[in-house]
């Protein structure tokens, strides 16, 4: 089985910044897809940022140019630095995985638990 477990939430005025980590545990071959989702009260869930093993990553448009991601493929874990942090950014995120568990076969799609952001003066 595949964990993740997410950190780096918590509450920050407008302007600010917060570093989310997801570290992925378990047994596996690899992680081909990591990425954050958030869901706001009363919407959907949508992608926040995601970054494939060879460094490929995209962004929602509302994020670009204040958001980063990144990863650590020998920690098997990924990051979110979220700068200029906005009202509107107040979510529950969400890690995602898309995991090899055996070579050859099909990834699995996993999900931590998630981590509250709030965005407020």
């Known amino acids: 089985q595949v964990q993740l477990v997410e950190s780096g939430g918590g509450l920050v005025q407008p302007g600010g910044s917060l570093r989310l980590s997801c570290a992925a545990s378990g047994s596996f071959f690899s992680i081909a897809y990591m990425g954050w989702y958030r869901q706001a009260p009363g919407k959907q869930r949508e992608l926040v940022a995601g970054m494939f093993r060879s460094g490929r990553t995209n962004y929602a448009d509302s994020v670009k140019g204040r958001f980063t991601i990144s990863r650590d493929n020998a920690k098997n874990t990924v990051y979110l630095q979220m700068n200029s942090l906005k009202p509107e950014d107040t979510a529950v995120y969400y890690c995602?995985?898309?995991?090899?568990?055996?070579?050859?076969?099909?990834?699995?799609?996993?999900w931590g638990p998630g981590t509250q952001v709030t965005v407020s003066s």
């Open positions: 995602n995985a898309d995991v090899t568990l055996v070579y050859g076969r099909a990834d699995n799609a996993y």
